[in-house]
């Protein structure tokens, strides 16, 4: 299997544009997990899917973030819009349950301007 | 949920020396996991401990894990260079939700 697979690798926008990070999380695996990580808040979770479906969306900072899962093999994180206090790297991560280790994507570096 | 801290914040040694880093928690837990970070990449799982065991070992890690203290250390042992990464200690609560939460990390430096 190749990993977790994180599209872009690098995002840079303007303030105001939507913004949309892709995710697919390795095959078999019922878990996937979207993290933000900042030199001010470390790594934070922002949500969490199991099957596909939403369980857990409390760290989602505001109604400007949004994340779907309408397959097993490809998740979502949109911001729409973007501002400056956004940019950070955004990470994927992927487990086959969520008591086991989470193997994560290479993450996005999304730069908001 | 609880957020495990590392400590020291920062660690710089010598390759060959030993380096440890330490991570405290407040609540029980049902696991805690080790991860490492180099530079612009993502995490990678390292080992995981569980609330009833003490120590584990994988290669140069060690583990060890003291409930009563609510607290965990690991070891690398005859570091190098390539050892150079962020560690994040990560935590779980035994009230049902066995999601991981992720501590600051400590930043290691390995000098050749």
């Not at chain 1, 779907?68 to 992927?94: G, H, W």
């Not at chain 2, 060890?64 to 609510?70: A, E, R, V």
Request: aromatic fraction near 8%; include cysteine; proline fraction near 5%.
């Amino acid at each position: 299997d190749a990993g977790v697979i994180q599209s872009p690798r690098h995002e840079v926008t303007e303030m105001g544009q939507e913004v949309t990070l892709r995710c697919k999380p390795i095959s078999g695996h019922d878990y996937l997990f979207w993290y933000r990580q900042t030199m001010m808040r470390g790594l934070e979770l922002l949500i969490y899917f199991n099957n596909n479906v939403p369980i857990d969306d409390s760290g989602m900072p505001e109604d400007r973030f949004s994340a779907k899962m309408p397959n097993a093999s490809f998740s979502t994180l949109k911001i729409q819009p973007s501002e400056p206090r956004d940019s950070a790297v955004y990470f994927c991560a992927s487990s086959p349950d969520r008591v086991y280790e989470q193997y994560f994507g290479p993450g996005t570096r999304l730069t908001v301007t | 949920s609880q957020q495990g801290e590392e400590d020291p914040q920062a660690l710089s040694i010598q390759e060959g020396e030993n380096a440890t880093m330490n991570c405290s928690y407040k609540t029980s837990i049902n696991n805690l996991q080790w991860y490492r970070q180099n530079s612009g990449r993502g995490l990678v799982h390292l080992i995981l401990i569980r609330s009833n065991e003490r120590e584990k070992h994988s290669g140069r890690l060690r583990v060890t894990l003291d409930t009563s203290k609510k607290s965990s250390s690991l070891l690398i042992t005859a570091s190098r260079a390539a050892d150079t990464a962020s560690y994040f200690c990560a935590t779980d609560g035994s009230g049902g939700s066995y999601i991981p939460t992720f501590g600051r990390g400590t930043s290691l430096i390995v000098h050749p």
